[in-house]
């Protein structure tokens, strides 16, 4: 079901509103010098409370980023001491993000080693025992981004960590987990598919977000 755009038209945005989506999209990813810009070019208020709490969140995420896993870890429990012992999913995600750093820095003896330290208590578990036989596997290929199991080598997958444990420290801090824009988009994708499932039922495509960004 799609809208006509001259509707669009007909609905008036709030400067003031736009600005908030804008500020929050942008503390929450930490761009704090293009949040300083666009607070003096919008003529807007800083928001003072959150800029110490976003230099160490940016310190965190960036070091998840850019591979030093276990100064991210150090930097976490710093910051919000208990969040890794009771997020058991995160701290594993973060142990196994360092392993593949080792075999990706082909220190596969060193992997081995961290892995039989660190990642074995989570074999305990069953829901965890899977996903460290996916990351061991990378030990028996001499070429471990040609394995079936090379996405936990990708950027993208480091990507996804790094940007759980920053949701999961604002989470921690009793902020939002997604920045405004984030949930805007999230509403407006779950209302255009339930329009589509609803009155699209001649034979219409289910709405897509990325077909709709790029019209």
């Known amino acids: 079901m799609d ?4 509707q669009l ?11 908030k989506i804008v500020l929050s999209h942008l503390v929450h990813n930490c761009f704090k010098d293009t949040m300083e810009s666009f607070v003096s070019c919008a003529g807007i208020e800083q928001p003072a409370d959150h800029l110490e709490d976003m230099e160490k969140r940016k310190r965190i995420f960036h070091s998840a980023l ?14 919000a001491p208990d969040l890794l012992e009771n997020n058991k999913d995160l701290h594993f995600d973060l142990l196994s993000l360092h392993f593949a750093e080792l075999i990706c820095s082909g220190k596969c003896t ?13 074999g305990k578990m ?29 950027l993208e997958y480091r990507q996804r960590v790094s940007d759980n444990l920053n949701g999961e420290i604002l989470a921690h801090a009793n902020l939002p987990r997604y920045s405004a824009v984030e949930r805007l988009i999230q509403q407006a994708t779950i ?15 289910l709405f897509s977000l990325k077909d709709f960004l790029e019209m």
């Open 110 to 122: 060193e992997a081995l080693g961290f892995a039989q330290m660190k990642l074995t208590p989570f």
């Open 191 to 205: 209302v255009r598919q339930s329009l589509n499932q609803e009155f699209g039922k001649d034979g219409n495509p």
């Open 3 to 6: 809208v006509d755009p001259r």
């Open 66 to 79: 850019d591979g030093d896993v276990l100064k991210a870890i150090e930097l976490t429990e710093e910051f």
């Open 126 to 154: 069953r829901k965890y025992v899977e996903k460290i036989e996916d990351f061991m596997s990378l030990l028996a290929y001499e070429e471990p981004e040609k394995s079936p199991m090379f996405h936990l080598l990708s």
């Open 9 to 19: 038209e007909n609905i008036a945005v709030n400067d003031k509103d736009i600005h």
